[in-house]
């Protein structure tokens, strides 16, 4: 029993720390259609160019199918597609994404964005009349000067 | 008490591995009691256990642990010995040892159960028991003894304390340390081994892996490179580089491997439990433990193993009684061997128990509706047994404890199978069971043939291959409602289009290349637009978008770094809309016979060299292979191929026949015939196909060294080639094994109908050194071996007027033969057939095509 609770105290601990030190979070912002994004920068692996892209036949819609990426098989998506964004043509950079435990993922994107430090404290709810893509993947957003940051739910894009 | 999680790991983890050294330990202390230096051993595990679970203040780990030790104490000084009872209880000590470990590896806490306590004063009151025994003992060391004596009673009051749950414990922990300082005394002093073994994480090792196949392509570019710049200085660097790389890999795909020992070792505990509670004396045998596997297919492996194990002693061997009776040895021997054999491992299960009862399993199949009678008649053994790995067959009476725990055999084969492996069952009623199960070396590199489908490339697991056909698919492929079918030699097997079942869409181009595949089940057909080589390819899962495609079972990354999706042959198989059963209704309705008769076939490879076709048994051949003229080399005055590292020599068959020849080509089809470890090649231009038929042939015309006749087949007239005869015009040495001649030759006597084989036999015998006549039925044999001396008859089975069976009975009813050995030669393989002709008198059963076997085996008689 002791054993669990000193658990616990690390925990609230480490928890202390990390919000005194880190004030502002690093954000991969990137562009699709008309909407900016925001991914939490330790997330991003890296960003790369027109990699080959083998099709996987009768995966769903939203798979583009799997690329190598030094030796490790990275699926790719379509994230237009999975946040149901009408874009004419697929784009063609890939954003890899660490997935914990598995493979990392990679999303095609229109255009890298400007890299954003952001107060937590300043998030706020996803307001009802955001329009033109499917809300259930953002998790909160941010109001920059001139834009709206969307901040994805990586995990529930990732597992859904 | 306050310690690190860090700590505790360390806790469990050696805890595990004193859990199978104590395990190990008993196993061998029951076999061979006397064997002090197992004792210790085991002592001084269950005293660091003791110690290190005090420390964490477990305590009812503890407490068994020092019972444990103390009874172990006693066995190591001989004063106790090491009865069943004891063992007994020191093994369910093991076991809850290992229990209260796994719980605490979840819980980070001790359990607190009714059973484990009542487990404990069970040990208690046994140890009580032990140390009265001990006491009734005359004494031997009077000073000691009561010394003993004394800690003991300190120790009584302790155990009850610790019963009653009570947590002082100061002063045990004092008298149990005087005690272990006397106890450590006696013992030889520690041995330091150096260390040559580290731990190493598991996704390290993956990952190095990773980088060493990138290494290898990396590697790869470097090497086109640098043959375009032609630079000498460069080109040497980079095959050193080359070498390294290639070496590395090897390596690093080494550290994945580890002895199947690991998983063999757990089995002398399982056997032995088992045994004793069915009443059955069982002595387990372990064979080739070094034998080296990947470390993912040994984990997988385990529970099928253990599977096959208990239906062994559950199903196979008798009681002790029942064995005595059958003049069997009381002990039932139950052997659990691994080997290695061309790429694979082989586990085999052999037990000289009862064997399994096919009249049984027919009976079975009739009743729970698995074939109608008249199928369970006509159904060969083989097809019986393989009924057992159906779901919802099981063949014991009735479902004991122990091996009807809702896995089936059913199970145990798709595990087997998920591993790209096979199992196969022999049985000897009132002789035993052989099970044999074979699994890739790796599950990491696998053999695969690469096909495409449009623009992209497939692999498909080389285990699952059958074979390669080409077809036109508007002549040769029938169509029962949406499915398309392939006859193959009077097998229909359903067919379907890769591009289809992956809905890629624009026409592609005409599908000619159907691939036979096996599902364990049944054989499909596949047409694909293009076919490749066969290649190693590096086994990737796909991530989990993949998981509910069952087509898939991962990808690959192909040499020049794009990928290849690896198709799943049982996934496939599920697109087949209609079931095979219901083609051949339909088909028997229309009256078509869909199964060859018994008659004698054999499976005729057909080939071109320049505009003559050729025709030569498949069995014959080892592997077919393309090859580029320029790898063509000459060698001592001899042309010569690298194949797969091996110099192989090439034969063209028109320096020997007389043939027109081939054109120059820019690549050639290979036919690769291999013998004792020797391996040549033939070369040719193209590669028809194969053919299952009767081996009629035509003597005459074109008979003469080589050819063994003719017949038209498909409108062609098509030689039949005698390779052996061939090979040893290329080479009259080939077959010469170093072993002297006998000054006397020896003279069989061989009956066979076909000219065919009976050519073929003849050539290789006589090849072979010996004198042979030939007859061509069992009657014209008996006339001829009447009137001649032979030292031995070779008689095939199926022949007109006299058949085999006849003639050796015949040859064992005359008194003048009765003791010539005779060896059957056929076709018809299957362990009915076998048993009959032995039972008949012959002294050996071979399949006419494996000469060395035949070889082997006339030797093997007449010295």
Redesign the interface.
């Known amino acids: 029993m002791e054993l669990v609770k000193k658990e616990n105290l690390e925990i609230v601990k480490k928890e202390d720390t990390s919000i005194k030190v880190a004030d502002t979070i690093t954000m991969v912002s990137f562009y699709i259609g008309d909407f900016l994004f925001g991914i939490p920068a330790s997330q991003v692996m890296e960003i790369n160019k027109e990699i080959d892209i083998t099709p996987v036949p009768l995966s769903d819609e939203h798979i583009l199918g799997i690329m190598n990426l030094r030796g490790q098989i990275v699926t790719v998506m379509d994230l237009a597609k999975k946040l149901k964004i009408d874009l004419k043509v697929t784009p063609k950079l890939n954003l890899i994404v660490k997935d914990e435990g598995e493979s990392p993922i990679s999303f095609v994107i229109e255009e890298i964005g400007e890299i954003l430090e952001i107060t937590p404290s300043k998030l706020e709810k996803v307001p009802d009349k955001l329009e033109g893509l499917s809300k259930e993947y953002i998790k909160n957003v941010y109001q920059l000067p001139d834009k709206l940051l969307l901040i994805l739910d990586i995990e529930k894009i990732v597992k859904e | 008490?306050?310690?690190d999680?860090d700590i505790?790991q360390d806790f469990l983890v050696e805890a595990k591995e004193g859990i199978s050294k104590l395990e190990e330990g008993f196993i061998e202390l029951e076999k061979d009691p006397k064997k002090i230096g197992v004792l210790k051993e085991l002592f001084r595990t269950m005293h660091s256990l003791k110690g290190a679970s005090g420390f964490f203040g477990f305590k009812t780990l503890e407490s068994i642990a020092h019972f444990s030790e103390d009874i172990l104490s006693k066995l190591r000084d001989g004063l106790i010995e090491p009865e069943e009872d004891v063992v007994d209880i020191l093994l369910k000590a093991v076991d809850y040892i290992k229990y209260i470990i796994s719980y605490i590896e979840e819980n980070?806490?001790e359990p607190v159960e009714d059973k484990i306590l009542d487990f404990l004063v069970e040990l208690s009151n046994f140890n009580e028991k032990l140390r009265k025994k001990v006491q009734e003992k005359p004494k031997e060391r009077i000073g000691e003894e009561k010394i003993e004596e004394k800690l003991e009673e300190k120790k009584e009051e302790a155990e009850k304390k610790i019963e009653e749950k009570i947590e002082e414990k100061k002063e045990v922990k004092l008298v149990k340390e005087v005690k272990e300082e006397k106890e450590e005394a006696p013992l030889s002093p520690h041995v330091e081994l150096a260390e040559t073994h580290i731990k190493v994480d598991v996704k390290l090792l993956d990952q190095l892996m990773?980088?060493a196949?990138?290494l290898v392509?990396a590697r790869n570019r470097v090497v086109q490179l640098s043959q375009k710049t032609m630079d000498e200085e460069l080109t040497r660097s980079v095959q050193i580089l080359s070498m390294i790389t290639t070496e590395m890999q090897e390596t690093i795909m080494k550290t994945r491997m580890q002895p199947i020992g690991s998983i063999f070792n757990k089995f002398p505990r399982i056997v032995r439990d088992l045994a004793k509670a069915l009443g059955k004396k069982v002595n387990l045998h372990l064979e080739g433990t070094e034998t080296e596997l990947d470390r993912s297919i040994i984990e997988a492996i385990k529970d099928p193993l253990t599977h096959l194990i208990r239906n062994a002693i559950d199903h196979g061997i008798e009681t002790p009684e029942e064995r005595v009776m059958l003049g069997k040895p009381e002990e039932g021997n139950l052997i659990l061997r691994a080997y290695q054999e061309g790429g694979q491992v082989v586990i085999e299960i052999d037990d000289d128990g009862g064997g399994i009862d096919i009249e049984k399993i027919k009976k079975k199949a009739v009743e729970k509706g698995f074939m109608s009678f008249e199928e369970v008649e006509r159904a060969s053994e083989k097809e019986l047994l393989n009924l057992i790995f159906k779901p919802g067959f099981s063949t014991a009476e009735t479902v004991t404890q122990l091996s009807g725990r809702g896995v089936g055999m059913d199970v145990v084969k798709a595990n087997i199978e998920k591993l790209g492996g096979s199992i196969e069952i022999n049985t000897i009623r009132g002789k035993g069971t052989n099970i044999k199960i074979k699994i890739p070396l790796t599950l990491a590199i696998i053999p695969a043939l690469i096909v495409t489908s449009g623009d992209?490339r497939y692999a498909i697991p080389q285990v699952n291959l059958k074979e390669l056909v080409n077809v036109d698919p508007d002549k040769d492929l029938l169509k029962v409602g949406n499915t398309e079918f392939y006859r193959l030699r009077g097998e229909i097997i359903p067919v379907l289009r890769l591009s289809e079942v992956?809905?890629?869409n624009g026409k592609s181009e005409e599908q000619r290349n159907l691939v036979i595949l096996n599902t364990g089940e049944r054989f499909i057909g596949l047409l694909v637009d293009r076919i490749f080589a066969s290649e190693e390819i590096v086994v990737?899962?796909?991530?989990?978008?993949?998981k509910n495609?069952p087509?898939?079972s991962g990808?690959t990354?192909m040499g020049d770094?794009?990928?290849?999706?690896i198709l799943d042959v049982v996934g496939l198989s599920q697109f087949v809309g209609i079931s095979i059963e219901e083609i051949e209704k339909t088909y028997e309705g229309a009256g078509i016979k869909i199964k060859t008769s018994a008659q004698e076939t054999i499976i005729l490879l057909l080939f071109d060299v320049g505009e003559e076709r050729f025709a030569i048994p498949i069995a014959l051949i080892s592997r077919l292979d393309k090859i580029k003229a320029n790898e063509i080399k000459i060698s001592g005055g001899k042309e010569i191929i690298i194949y797969r590292d091996e110099v192989v020599p090439v034969i063209r068959l028109e320096n020997y026949l007389p043939l027109k020849g081939m054109p120059l080509q820019e690549s050639y089809n290979v036919l690769f015939f291999t013998e004792r470890g020797k391996t040549c090649g033939i070369l040719c231009t193209n590669i028809v196909g194969t053919l299952e038929t009767t081996p009629e042939i035509e003597e005459g015309i074109y008979t003469q060294p080589g050819i063994l006749g003719h017949r038209i087949i498909n409108g062609k007239t098509t030689l039949f080639i005698d390779i052996y005869k061939i090979i040893e015009m290329y080479d009259p040495d080939w077959f010469i094994v170093k072993v002297e001649k006998e000054k006397v030759v020896k003279r069989i006597l061989l009956a066979e109908d076909s000219p065919f084989f009976r050519g073929m036999i003849k050539n290789y015998l006589v090849g072979a050194g010996y004198e042979v006549e030939t007859t061509e039925n069992g009657k014209e044999a008996l006339n001829r071996l009447f009137s001649g001396k032979f030292d031995l008859i070779i008689t095939d089975l199926e022949m007109p007027e006299m058949d085999g069976f006849e003639l050796i009975k015949e040859v064992r009813a005359s008194p003048d033969y009765k003791n010539i050995p005779i060896i059957v030669v056929t076709s018809l393989a299957g362990e009915d057939v076998r048993r009959k002709v032995l039972d008949l008198g012959a002294n050996a059963y071979e399949v006419k095509l494996n000469r060395e076997k035949l070889l082997e085996e006339i030797g093997r008689l007449l010295s």
């Open positions: 008490m306050n310690f999680e505790l980070k806490v990773n980088l196949g990138e392509l992209y992956l809905k890629v990737k899962p796909l991530g989990r978008w993949f495609i087509i898939y990808a990354i770094g794009k990928l290849a999706l």
